[in-house]
């Protein structure tokens, strides 16, 4: 079992066509065709959408992902048009508002890994490959791979895991030639937030990007414009570890939902992962660690203050 434990109901704004309700984000479409992006303080974990928000989270994740789609400009485009909030909105929606083109997005989640760590560990620790790539004897959990690798995903409906796939699935499903630029483009933009995260003490382990094509800014000769969509190198889509704890061979601390994770394993929480019941609400103790360790994470990559 898994989804969401409470579906969250979307907001009526005049002029806006709601269009989807995602695990974190909801998605309207405006009177000038330009998808509204609005970022919830909704959390998953386990596949599940908890009964708990956690405060000023998806005002975080939209700032953070701002924050670095600035820093990426000259190597992707992205999809944002501009953060003004649609008239008759709610107040809240101030700064977790993205208006953005609505790309049509290609079915395929485009991870880049650095370490090892997750779901590659798991395939590694069966058969020395992750996505079909073969690595070298001896990685524990947290190894530094000899250099960054694609490790794409398919994306599952909620409430499913993403299955990883190996890189000629990826060809299969996009064409050969999209593929090659999902890569290299994943690779590319993975490098250069690797290197700024490290400046700041961070490692960023791993990340997850969704790209998609632009059609309605296709040029005759040159097709579909790859654009960047979604949110991008947040603690919702990556794994960012304090650099001077990093010690492979354990699980790493990390800047995302770890606390939570480990709260709903607890037997405090009296709660089974792998059973039918939906998770509980989280305690007022839980939710403030979480949300500091998101206020962290924006500080320490971003320099800026959360005020
Ligand atoms: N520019 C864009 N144009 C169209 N769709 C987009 C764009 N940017 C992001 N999306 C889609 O918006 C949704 C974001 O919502 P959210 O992150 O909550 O979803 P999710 O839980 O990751 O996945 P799902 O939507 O399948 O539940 C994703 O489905 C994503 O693919
Ligand atoms: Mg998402």
Known sequence: ?????????????????????????????????????????????????????????????????????????????????????????????????????????????CVARGYLTGSGLLEYDEQRTVCGITLPEGLVDGSELPAPIFTPALKAEVGEHDENVPYEEVARRVGAETAAQLRQTTLAVYGRARDIARERGIILADTKFEFGLDEDGESAEAGPTLVIGDEVLTPDSSRFWPADEWEPGRTQPSFDKQIIRNWLKSPESGWDPAGETPPPALPAEIVERVQARYVEAYERLTGLAWS
């Open 1 to 109: 079992m898994s989804g969401f434990v409470e579906k969250p109901q979307p907001v009526q704004v005049p002029g806006l066509i709601h269009l989807h309700t995602g695990k974190v984000r909801d998605l309207y479409r405006d009177e000038a065709g330009l998808l509204v992006m609005v970022a919830s303080d909704r959390t998953s974990a386990f596949d599940w959408v908890l009964p708990t928000d956690i405060p000023d989270k998806g005002k975080i994740l939209t700032q953070l992902s701002l924050w670095w789609f600035e820093r990426l400009a000259d190597l992707v485009p992205n999809h944002v048009v501009s953060t003004e909030v649609p008239a008759g909105a709610p107040a809240d929606w101030e700064g977790r508002t993205l208006i953005c083109r609505n790309l049509r997005m290609l079915p395929v989640e």
